[in-house]
């Protein structure tokens, strides 16, 4: 992402209006999914719809702040409204759904791909790719040596995430990446001392993995 775009060139109203479409793209998401997968249970309740819209309008509202009116900003909208339902569908379900990673990975590499097309920057778009498949590869040995700590379907949210990463640099790949682990441990030392799980409970990764991302696309350098 050029530098530009990442000093965030936008006002308080341009984020506004993002936040607010955010909140729109989350319901509109949230009715998409229980269309096309209903083995999920149709649409949640109403005060996880509320929470997921609010978390998804905010979301967008930074991204709109940080990244700016810059040709990028779409995917990492894409990124945030994906983001929030994977990991609300992770949280419930113990599952990341294959159709959702894969418009998240396809679509964000079209975005991306229109953003690089604009500014003539294809350096970013390489390193995105690579991204992509350098921390899918990494996870995909960690499962191997760990199945019961990795699963396969954060094996392949990891391609989008290193696309997203990627596209932002190799610091941010490398400490996105690393965060998504401090978190997950965090989460699970939280979990256990509450009570809400043991050594041996199943705890969902994915939304540690995409809360390491949207933090680093957010704060990073």
Partial sequence: MPSAG??????PLFAVTIGLLGILLSLLAERLIARTLPRLGGLPRVRTRITT???TGVLCAALALRVGMDWALPAYLLLAVLGVQLARIDVAHHLLPNPLVLTLLVAGLALLLLSSTATAEWAELLRAATGAAILFVIFLILALISPSGIGMGDVKLA????????YLGWSQLFYGGALGFVLGGILSV???RLKRANLGSEIAFGPSMLAAALSTVLFAS
């Fill in 6 to 11: 990442i000093a965030g060139s936008a006002g």
């Fill in 53 to 55: 819209a609010a978390l």
């Fill in 159 to 166: 391609a989008p995430v290193g696309l997203y990463l990627g």
């Fill in 190 to 192: 939280v979990l256990i």
